[in-house]
């Protein structure tokens, strides 16, 4: 079963769909056509993928399963495919004309759908594509999707951005902790994330008391944007946003945890 509380995942989901929007309400028309930081894409089209991840949480609500639910980490393994070019430009086109009132209220109106949407009964397993999954787990999956998408307000620079949920920031780091250390166990390193996360990975020698032998520590901010491949290790390092020592602490291969 997932570690994770199905209803604190909700209402974490909740409170950054409501983040997001109340920023995209304070965007003109010229932030709504710049293009966005994700090639290819638009604000308009950022801000309609980011809808479409709440239209999706309801339907998957809607299929229980009976089945016992994989791991997180096997619905997000290390060699997943990232979406490809194809996808991309479909999910373009479909929201690249939407004008941005209409936008907005298909956002409102996903989120009131998710905050009633009605959860399976215990266990609380829908099917999802690879398989079974605890709800709490696919709720999460979209909490990162929300909080990742601060891509918004990197795509449009004169604006502060979108607020982040600190529940949501707080799921979203440890998750993608988790996901690190399914992905190269071991307790050779100890990731840190002050206050949200402290966790070993990756082979080697272990340490069993005191200090351990390697020890990376970064913000937030950071590990979300290290774990979903929006800035690489080399120059997160290099801006000395994470701060690395002892051997192994190169996490570089094995980022990002989330294609």
């Known amino acids: 079963m997932s570690r994770y509380d199905t209803e604190t995942a909700r209402t974490a989901l909740l409170a950054q769909a409501d983040h997001v929007a109340a920023w995209l309400s304070g965007l003109d028309e010229t932030d709504w056509a710049a293009p966005s930081v994700l090639p290819g ?145 071991g307790r050779s390193v100890e990731l840190r994330v002050p206050p949200y996360a402290a966790v070993q990975c990756i082979a080697g020698p272990r340490h069993t008391r005191g200090t351990p032998p390697a020890v990376i520590e970064t913000d937030a901010l950071t590990w979300l944007r290290l774990a979903a491949g929006r800035v690489t290790w080399a120059d997160a390092v290099a801006a000395g946003t994470v701060r690395a020592s002892g051997q192994r602490t190169d996490l570089g291969l094995y980022l990002p945890v989330l294609s």
């Open 41 to 185: 894409w638009t604000v308009t089209v950022l801000a309609g993928h980011v809808t479409g991840v709440l239209r999706s949480v309801p339907d998957l609500l809607a299929r229980p399963a009976k089945d016992r639910p994989l791991p997180l980490a096997e619905h997000f393994p290390p060699d997943a495919a990232a979406p490809d070019g194809a996808e991309r430009e479909e999910e373009a086109a479909a929201w690249a004309g939407t004008p941005p009132p209409a936008l907005l209220a298909e956002l409102r109106g996903a989120r009131a759908r998710v905050a009633g949407a009605a959860i399976p009964r215990p266990p609380a397993t829908v099917t999802v594509r690879r398989g079974a999954a605890a709800v709490a787990d696919v709720l999460l999956s979209r909490v990162w999707e929300l909080v990742v998408h601060d891509d918004l307000g990197r795509s449009v620079p004169g604006r502060r951005p979108p607020r982040l949920d600190p529940v949501a920031v707080r799921l979203a780091v440890r998750g993608f902790a988790d996901l690190l250390t399914a992905h190269a166990p």
